[in-house]
């Protein structure tokens, strides 16, 4: 359907006819379009009800009404409601009769109309009109908004020369405002529910605002779409013109003899992937990419992703593997010479290294280091490496929360590439390095996937062999690798990745090792970085020791390798400024260099004391000494936690206050301590949580020590989990606790029975210089804690008559 934008009758015309209207009117239904009055229009009807209509209707007066549908697209209407409530009552000049189904017919608007009531009915729809004419508008808006109309129109005839000229001429000839609003309206490509406003609007005022409102509207659009088509027209012009372009330069570039630089790529690509001598996979994957890449052409993004794929294909180490040093006496000396102790995590390197040449095609293993902060876990990966004579390589998994980081992203993806893995085994330039996984308790997880779920089948030896990055699409084996992942704790690492891995625990250094790591590799290596000569300082052993006694509080090296670092400092700006020549840095020069004493030593702040008994503890950065004071309160009863503990201690101390209440009398405490006396507990250091069960002995041992008044002895320290019926269960990290008990100067501890076990992880030197007592009941933790020094029973045993008689 098309609308004629010329009107065939006159205001006088339409004013007479409307006089004349008829009441009622038979319905013609009409889709997508709006009928104005004035305007002839073309309509074509298909149901036979419409074409009876027509029959009707030319036999009578010839008028009908003319009526939108207000859904879109519709095809027919099966309620009145589907119609809008104006419509314009029109004349058919023309109609011409194709069959009893269909007809064409040219119909002359002449008045609007709103619609009183329906009548349906068969077989067509009739509705009792109500004629409504123009409120004439007259002033400056009315010429003002004549004037806009007639401008953007003048525009839109710029951008769309679609638009007959005459047309544009007659409308300037037009001073009838309400005739020119229904013109534009009815000429532009407005939503139907624009158009049906500006029918129903009686005022020509209102009719002019809308029409103004749908024109510049309209012209906004058109000179949108004329811009996105000089842009399309522009880019299919230059594409021509580099197409010609390129015709041209091949064709001088065939007369040269020069040869076209994206061939020589692809040529090069098809020589590499033949001498790799590619898995049968990965060769047919890469085949296919170099026939997508020969027919692209260089400057479209599908060429860069494509040669970026085979570059990656054709640059990893696939057959090309390192010699391994199969020398175990040579790979021990190399791993003694860079670290000082950690002899379970050496033992395990030679016990593979020693596999490995009796059996070549073996597995490599994958061990996991688990210890505190400082204590070389890293550093002994880069020993492995040089021991075995492999590529090192090392990525941390601290803070990664992305799978695509392991597994690389698809090359769906804009700047897609492979994961870390994949990454790290191309540095190598090796299929069999050693590569070190960092801080692997320290993945998290989101929205974008689980790291650690990927890193499942990394670290399963059985599946590895086939890993698949989803970049490159192909399985890579990784079964050749070393992986030497490290972790702080073990708590953080899901059940399924720790289970794929061999635990090694590097606890901490006693204080003699660390000495020994100082004088061998930290000053050296800081005297080194600093610029000093070996005359130029000197670091005695007992500095040393001041250093780690009063300034550093770790199970590592990191600090201490700090305050040497500070010392080195001072003393080469010393030397800088021509101040001193050499200096020899004793104890009490200590303080110019590091400040004030960091750390006081713990005996000093030990006290005999009732309620006061010292506890061990296990922390992330090694072990702990607590210091778990007790307090009554008369006029209450119950227990009162302070000291920022978790549900599990909080649960231990009412298990041992528990315990003391039901068997006080066979400690000798009487029933009105319980009932009259409120117990405090409070574990210093405040500001730090804690948690864990392993307190519980400690803790019902000071309330013990409360309510008989009988001090524990300040140089005895216990650890232990407690039960309602007075045993003692076996708790972790007794190497740690035992270190930091003997950093602290205690000289005997309490331990459960099961751990008797753990001894042999303590040094010689520290089992030498404490007494243990192995307890698996609560009485004879009690009767060790109120006895003196070597009153124990059965339970007390020194421990270096215990290690030599193990040994």
Not at 31 to 50: A, K, N
Not at 630 to 646: C, V, W
Not at 702 to 730: C, H
Request: aromatic share 6%.
């Amino acid at each position: 359907m098309q609308e004629s934008n010329y009107p065939h009758i006159s205001a006088a015309q339409e004013k007479k006819t409307q006089d004349n209207m008829p009441k009622v009117l038979p319905i013609i239904p009409v889709v997508d379009m709006v009928m104005f009055p004035r305007m002839q229009m073309p309509i074509t009807v298909s149901q036979p009800d419409l074409v009876a209509l027509l029959d009707e209707a030319m036999a009578a007066d010839r008028m009908v009404g003319v009526v939108a549908i207000k859904k879109k697209g519709a095809l027919g209407i099966s309620d009145p409601d589907e119609l809008y409530q104006a419509g314009t009552a029109a004349a058919i000049v023309k109609m011409m009769k194709a069959s009893d189904s269909q007809a064409q017919m040219i119909v002359q608007g002449i008045s609007r109309f709103q619609v009183a009531s329906w009548i349906t009915g068969k077989p067509y729809l009739k509705a009792r009109i109500e004629p409504f004419y123009d409120i004439p508008a007259k002033g400056n808006e009315v010429e003002a908004l004549k004037g806009s109309l007639s401008r953007l129109f003048a525009q839109m005839l710029e951008i769309a020369p679609f638009i007959p000229q005459e047309m544009a001429q007659w409308l300037r000839t037009v001073d009838d405002p309400g005739l020119l609003a229904d013109v534009m309206a009815s000429t532009m490509q407005s939503d139907i529910a624009q158009k049906q406003k500006v029918l129903e609007a009686a005022s020509v005022l209102e009719r002019l605002r809308l029409v103004n409102k749908m024109a510049a509207r309209q012209l906004e659009i058109m000179e949108l779409e004329h811009k996105i088509h000089a842009q399309i027209k522009g880019d299919m012009d230059k594409t021509q013109r580099d197409f010609y372009l390129r015709q041209q330069l091949k064709a001088i570039q065939d007369e040269l003899g020069e040869k076209d630089e994206s061939k020589v790529e692809v040529e090069e690509f098809a020589k590499k992937i033949e001498e790799l001598n590619l898995p049968e996979q990965a060769a047919r994957e890469a085949k296919r990419e170099l026939n997508r890449l020969a027919r692209m052409h260089p400057s479209s993004a599908e060429y860069t992703v494509a040669s970026t794929y085979l570059d990656w294909i054709t640059a990893l180490p696939w057959h090309t593997s390192t010699q391994d040093n199969l020398d175990i006496e040579k790979a021990k000396k190399v791993l003694d010479a860079d670290h000082y102790g950690l002899e379970k995590p050496k033992k395990r390197i030679l016990e593979y290294l020693a596999v490995k040449k009796l059996a070549p095609d073996s597995k490599g293993p994958i061990l996991c280091l688990v210890g505190p902060p400082g204590t070389g876990k890293t550093s002994l990966g880069r020993s492995v490496a040089r021991a075995l004579g492999r590529k090192f390589v090392r990525i941390s998994l601290g803070g990664v929360r992305d799978e695509a980081e392991i597994r690389g992203h698809r090359r769906t993806y804009v700047g897609a590439m492979p994961g870390r893995i994949i990454q790290g085994i191309r540095r190598a330039g090796a299929n069999n390095p050693v590569f070190m996984l960092d801080e692997i308790d320290k993945v998290g997880s989101d929205f974008r996937g689980d790291p650690s779920s990927a890193l499942l089948e990394v670290l399963d030896p059985q599946q590895n062999d086939t890993f698949s990055d989803h970049y490159l699409d192909v399985a890579f084996d990784l079964s050749k690798v070393s992986f030497i992942t490290t972790a702080n704790i073990l708590d953080t690492i899901p059940p399924a990745l720790l289970d794929r891995m061999e635990v090694i625990r590097l606890a901490g250094y006693t204080a003699q090792e660390k000495a020994h790591i100082a004088k061998k590799y930290l000053i050296p290596r800081q005297r080194q970085e600093n610029g000093l000569k070996a005359s130029q300082i000197k670091i005695p052993q007992a500095t040393v020791a001041a250093i780690i006694n009063s300034y550093t509080r770790e199970a590592g090296l990191r600090n201490l390798e700090r305050e040497i670092a500070s010392v080195c400092r001072g003393v080469a700006r010393k030397v800088a400024e021509d101040a001193i020549k050499s200096a020899t840095v004793s104890p009490k020069d200590l303080h110019e260099y590091l400040g004030p004493v960091r750390f006081v030593a713990e005996q000093s702040q030990r006290a005999s004391v009732p309620g006061v008994v010292t506890g061990l503890a296990w922390t992330q950065a090694g072990g702990d000494i607590l210091h778990i004071e007790s307090a009554k309160i008369p006029g209450d009863k119950g227990l009162k936690l302070t000291g920022q503990l978790g549900d599990v201690m909080k649960e231990s101390a009412q298990a041992a206050l528990s315990f003391l209440h039901s068997h006080h009398q066979d400690y000798g405490i009487a029933p009105e301590f319980f009932r009259d006396n409120q117990v405090h507990i409070h574990v210093p250091a405040g500001a730090i949580p804690k948690d864990g069960p392993s307190a519980g002995v400690t803790m019902l041992a000071a309330i013990a020590s409360l309510a008989t008044n009988r001090p524990v002895r300040p140089e005895l320290a216990m650890t232990g989990e407690i039960t309602l019926r007075g045993q003692v269960l076996p708790v972790g990290g007794i190497k740690e606790k035992v270190l930091a008990a003997h950093r602290a100067k205690i000289k005997e501890i309490i331990l459960p029975k099961v751990n008797e076990k753990d001894m042999e992880d303590i040094p010689q030197t520290v089992r030498s210089q404490i007494v243990f007592h192995f307890a698996d009941k609560m009485d004879e933790v009690l009767e060790i804690a109120f006895n003196k020094p070597g009153k124990a029973k059965t339970g007390a045993k020194k421990a270096g008559a215990k290690a030599k008689k193990a040994e």
